[in-house]
C-alpha cells in the first residue's frame, strides 16, 4: 500500500483497465474457478449497475450431502460490488472489499441465481459520504435465489469505498 494524507491505497493493474461489459463476462466466464464451480455471468449491463449470475449444480460444486457446496454459492456473489462500483465511479475512488457474512437459508438443490444491482441512491450516497477523503463502508446484500425464486442463501457485502484525494485538494468526481 502506498500512503498518502488518508492512507491511500493504490488498487490492482485490472482495476485500470477500461474493459466492455461483454468482455468482462467473457473473461469471468472463462476463469477457471468459475469455470469450475459452474458460475456463469448471464448479463451484465452496459454501464456495469446490474449484473445476473447463474450456477448450476454438478458434481463440481455438490457438498457431501447433495446440495450447492457453501463456498459455492460464496464465490458466485464475492467479486460483483467491487467490480461493478469501481467501472462506475471510475479510478478516483478506492473501492475494496472489507468484508463478507453469509445466512444459508435452505439447500440449493439445483440451479441458483443472483442479481446485483447498483442504485442512483447508493451512488449519491457514495459521493456524499466521501466527498472529503472520508471512509466509507457500506453493507449491500445480495440474495441468491433457485428457479422459483426462493431464497437459498443471503450475502452481506461490506465495502470500502473512499474518494482519493489529490495534493492540490481537487474536487470530488461527478457520477453520470
Given amino acids: 500500500m502506498s500512503s498518502s494524507k488518508h492512507g491511500s491505497a493504490t488498487q490492482g493493474f485490472y482495476s485500470r483497465l477500461k474493459i466492455s461489459a461483454n468482455l468482462f463476462r467473457l473473461m469471468m466466464n472463462l476463469w477457471p474457478p468459475f469455470w469450475g464451480l459452474r458460475i456463469h455471468i448471464l448479463w451484465i449491463a452496459p454501464d456495469?449497475?446490474?449484473?445476473?449470475?447463474?450456477?448450476?449444480?454438478?458434481?463440481?460444486?455438490?457438498?457431501?450431502?447433495?446440495?450447492?457446496?457453501?463456498?459455492?454459492?460464496?464465490?458466485?456473489?464475492d467479486p460483483f460490488y467491487v467490480v461493478m462500483l469501481l467501472n462506475v465511479i471510475g479510478n478516483d475512488y478506492v473501492v475494496w472489499d472489507k468484508a463478507a457474512a453469509i445466512q444459508y437459508v435452505s439447500p440449493?438443490?439445483?440451479?441458483?441465481?443472483?442479481?446485483?444491482?447498483?442504485t442512483d441512491e447508493q451512488l449519491a450516497e457514495i459521493i456524499q459520504k466521501t466527498a472529503h477523503g472520508d471512509k466509507f463502508e457500506p453493507i449491500y446484500r445480495v440474495n441468491v435465489v433457485d428457479t422459483v425464486?426462493?431464497?437459498?442463501?443471503?450475502?452481506?457485502?461490506?465495502?470500502?469505498?473512499?474518494?482519493?484525494?489529490?495534493a492540490s485538494g481537487g474536487k470530488a468526481p461527478s457520477v453520470s
Fill in 149 to 166: 425464486g426462493k431464497i437459498v442463501a443471503i450475502v452481506d457485502k461490506t465495502l470500502y469505498i473512499r474518494r482519493k484525494v489529490k
Fill in 108 to 118: 440449493g438443490r439445483g440451479t441458483v441465481f443472483a442479481k446485483f444491482h447498483i
Fill in 48 to 77: 456495469y449497475r446490474k449484473l445476473t449470475v447463474r450456477m448450476k449444480i454438478s458434481f463440481t460444486n455438490k457438498n457431501y450431502v447433495g446440495t450447492h457446496f457453501g463456498g459455492g454459492l460464496f464465490s458466485m456473489c
